[in-house]
């Protein structure tokens, strides 16, 4: 069964830091692997899918790379600022466990001003 | 695009009420998704469709709840009878394939509340 954990749970940095999140998956048989961001009480909204055959993904200043074999991934967000304050989750597409993705438990993130 | 839209936001109901949750999903899309979520469990998912037919409904909890997908556009949740256990955030999800290319959209939720 495909179990997805990130670490750490929660992380606060200061205004302007380089941060990363990290994303670990227990099978490497997947499609591809999705980072989202929830707002407090909002939807999940999607920053970055990476598919499988993908090494990285890159939109304005997050980065998201992928590494199948060893089953992670990370997100990079650069020059952090305080309206990136967000849960971030990922999820996986697994090619065995039928049509849907597994989540991450999320980290929630603060970037203090 | 609309995107994947839920309705209502939020519901306060009493236990034992019937309760419905709605989504449209984004048109072109042949999959939907109801998920749940809770600060104990995260996101679980419910079940979901494929072309209108239920695929896997064995995230559904018990028999109190049903959904049903009429149309390509239009799906439900229903919950009967509500107890307080239920009050979570439901989020309906559409993809394109599965999202084996595309990923998931996400509609904004409906915040349950019963009482």
């Known amino acids: 069964k495909q179990e997805v954990t990130q670490i750490p749970a929660a992380l606060s940095v200061p205004e302007g830091e380089n941060l990363v999140l990290n994303c670990s998956f227990t099978d490497s048989a997947i499609y591809n692997l999705q980072w989202f961001r929830q707002d407090p009480g909002k939807g999940l909204t999607s920053l970055l899918l990476?598919?499988?055959?993908?090494r990285e993904q890159t939109s304005g200043r997050l980065n998201a790379s992928l590494d199948k074999s060893s089953g992670r991934s990370t997100l990079y967000i650069a020059a952090s600022q305080p309206g990136d304050s967000a849960t971030y989750l990922c999820?996986?597409?697994?090619?065995?466990?039928?049509?849907?993705?597994?989540f991450g438990p999320g980290t929630r993130l603060s970037v203090l001003p | 695009d609309a995107g994947v839209i839920q309705s209502p936001r939020h519901e306060v109901t009493e236990m034992g009420q019937e309760v419905t949750l709605r989504c449209k999903p984004i048109?072109?899309?042949?999959?939907l998704f109801w998920y749940r979520q809770t600060m104990m469990r995260g996101l679980e998912l419910l079940i979901y469709f494929n072309n209108n037919v239920p695929i896997d409904d064995s995230g559904m909890p018990e028999d109190r709840f049903s959904a049903k997908m009429p149309n390509a556009s239009f799906s439900t949740l229903k919950i009967q009878p509500s107890e307080p256990r239920d009050s979570a955030v439901y989020f309906c999800a559409s993809s394109r394939t599965g999202g084996a290319v595309h990923g998931y959209t996400f509609g904004s939720g409906t915040r349950l509340t019963v009482v």
């Open positions: 999820a996986v597409r697994p090619r065995n466990y039928g049509q849907n993705f597994v």
């Open positions: 990476i598919q499988s055959s993908q």
């Open positions: 048109s072109g899309h042949d999959y």
